[in-house]
């Protein structure tokens, strides 16, 4: 089955720097890949996905890029704000088969 | 986006007792749920999936005699934790999928279980 493996664990950056957040999976039929926020006793909130059939895609601030060959794709914050700190959670599914896998989550602290 | 409602949002129960938690699709038909549980500090772990008519198909390692799962229509799936135990006390949140958009999935809100 699949394995999503997320790094780091806790990140710790300045306000206005950026955050990046990197995932691997092992499934190569994997082609659809949602990042999700959650805030402390909340529901994830997604942020932003990619699907397989492109290398990347942004949202104002938040950036998601795919490398299909080495089964790997990242979130990018650019100029993060105290209100970004979270836990961040990547995830990997099939859009056919549906079952989501999440990553390990990736504690983010932004120090005004 | 779509609307997920769960209920209740925090249960407190005794050992020994079960507890139904329902999750709904409010404005939209989802064939499929899932079931996840959170533990503090930690990712969600998928327990079943659950599709409308059908049997849920539980995730290894998940008991599908102490969790039920009933999937009765298309808006709605309830979990049973049944005969609930200190160590089931954990978070639990229901997603469902949005067929007519991309197949997204939307969550509930959770539902915290404590048993005593």
């Known amino acids: 089955g699949e394995n999503v493996e997320q790094h780091p664990s806790t990140l710790s950056v300045q306000e206005g720097d950026s955050a990046v957040i990197k995932c691997t999976y092992s499934?190569?039929?994997?082609?659809?890949f949602p990042w999700y926020k959650q805030e402390l006793g909340k529901r994830p909130q997604l942020i932003i996905d990619?699907?397989?059939?492109?290398g990347e895609k942004k949202d104002q601030r938040i950036a998601v890029t795919l490398n299909k060959t080495a089964k790997h794709f990242s979130l990018h914050i650019t100029e993060t704000q105290p209100e970004d700190s979270a836990v961040y959670f990547c995830?990997?599914?099939?859009?056919?088969?549906?079952?989501?896998?999440f990553g390990a989550g990736t504690r983010l602290f932004v120090k005004a | 986006g779509a609307v997920v409602s769960q209920h209740p949002s925090w249960v407190i129960c005794k050992s020994g007792t079960s507890v139904k938690i329902e999750c709904r699709s409010l404005?939209?038909?989802?064939?499929?749920m899932f079931w996840y549980r959170q533990f503090p500090k930690q990712s969600l772990m998928l327990m079943a999936t659950s599709n409308e008519g059908s049997k849920a198909t539980y995730e290894q390692g998940v008991e599908k005699d102490k969790f039920l799962i009933n999937h009765a229509s298309l808006t709605l799936s309830t979990l049973t934790v049944t005969s609930a135990h200190p160590e089931d006390s954990s978070f639990y949140i229901c997603?469902?999928?949005?067929?007519?958009?991309?197949?997204?999935?939307?969550f509930g809100p959770g539902t915290r279980l404590t048993v005593l």
């Open positions: 995830a990997a599914t099939h859009t056919g088969g549906f079952k989501t896998i």
């Open positions: 404005d939209f038909q989802a064939t499929t």
């Open positions: 499934d190569s039929a994997s082609n659809y």
């Open positions: 997603s469902a999928l949005d067929t007519s958009s991309y197949n997204e999935q939307f």
């Open positions: 990619i699907r397989s059939n492109v």
